[in-house]
């Protein structure tokens, strides 16, 4: 629903209706699915359920929300559907069109569509197809969680980049499964994290090497990088994170390959990650809080 995030990287979260079919590695912990069976109760998961969508009165929630940027020369972030996918192939067309005139009518905010299904974005913003024009204040995202997906989907976030000028590209590392090589075709800003529970789902850790390898490579590559959170696990040692107690927790023996301790090679430099909760684990990365949000014109 509209309310002002938590989410570091945004001012506010929008979501226009709600549901959902997992379709990535990265879909394992749906936070949403999750909070539908703790909070909100209302939508069923899945291919072939019915989407949900939300009320007028959280419509107009942007509006005010604009209105506001305007008055204090300021573009926030708005997060589009982090209880849904803006281009789920089974949402019925005429919501998009709608949450497209939304985004017109609110230029003074910058829109982020992150999706886990960019190889629909083309499509369905081609007028040719009937469908409505990608606006002027949104940006599009691709979430991929290891290089699989990366592979799979930078030409794609590419395409969008090249054929609908939104106002800037970005990747979702989130929960970030892997390391992960970039290349010239990388987004434009880097978002990076590990995962957190969700209902029955118990997170995966990420190696801190995998975080490492993004922020080094971002700025390589010129990109803003900004480093989210840790998620549940943390590795030991690490001199800016308190271990609540140093033996209680789970623990396992990861490498920067993902390979369990019985596989280990040669300079895959394992670590042993501790299960300390996402409070404790924070966001820091090597003691240093990365916040890169890329700039926008006023
Ligand atoms: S795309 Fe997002 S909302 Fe949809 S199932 Fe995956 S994680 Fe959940």
Redesign the pocket.
């Known amino acids: 629903m509209a309310e002002n995030s938590a989410i570091s990287w945004t001012t506010h979260t929008f979501n226009p209706w709600m549901g959902?079919?997992?379709?990535?590695i990265?879909?394992a912990g749906?936070y949403?699915?999750a909070l539908m069976d703790t909070r909100y109760g209302k939508v069923s998961?899945g291919a072939g359920e019915d989407r949900v969508r939300t009320s007028a009165a959280n419509w107009r929630q942007p509006l005010r929300w604009n209105r506001q940027a305007a008055e204090t020369g300021t573009r926030p972030f708005v997060f589009c559907a982090s209880?849904?996918?803006v281009f789920d192939n089974e949402v019925d067309p005429a919501w998009r069109r709608d949450l497209f005139a939304l985004i017109e009518a609110t230029p003074h905010l910058v829109w982020l569509l992150l999706t886990?299904r960019i190889g629909n974005v083309l499509r369905m913003t081609d007028p040719g197809r009937g469908n409505p024009v990608l606006p002027a204040n949104a940006a599009v995202g691709a979430t991929m969680a290891n290089q699989e997906e990366y592979d799979r989907d930078r030409m794609k976030l590419w395409a969008v980049k090249q054929d609908r000028n939104p106002l800037f590209t970005f990747g979702s590392f989130e929960p970030l499964l892997g390391l992960v090589i970039l290349d010239k075709h990388a987004p434009d800003w880097i978002i990076t994290g590990g995962e957190t529970h969700q209902g029955q789902h118990r997170a995966r850790p990420s190696h801190p090497n995998w975080f490492r390898g993004l922020r080094d490579q971002s700025a390589a590559f010129g990109r803003v990088y900004h480093h989210k959170q840790n998620g549940e696990w943390a590795p030991r040692g690490a001199k800016s994170i308190v271990f609540p107690d140093a033996y209680a927790a789970p623990c396992i023996k990861l490498t920067d390959l993902g390979e369990d301790d019985s596989r280990f090679g040669a300079g895959n430099e394992p670590v042993w990650m501790q299960l300390i909760g996402k409070k404790a684990a924070g966001r820091l990365l090597d003691g240093v809080e990365h916040n890169g949000m890329p700039e926008v014109a006023r």
């Open positions: 959902c079919t997992k379709v990535s990265a879909c749906c949403a699915e998961w209880l849904a996918d886990k």
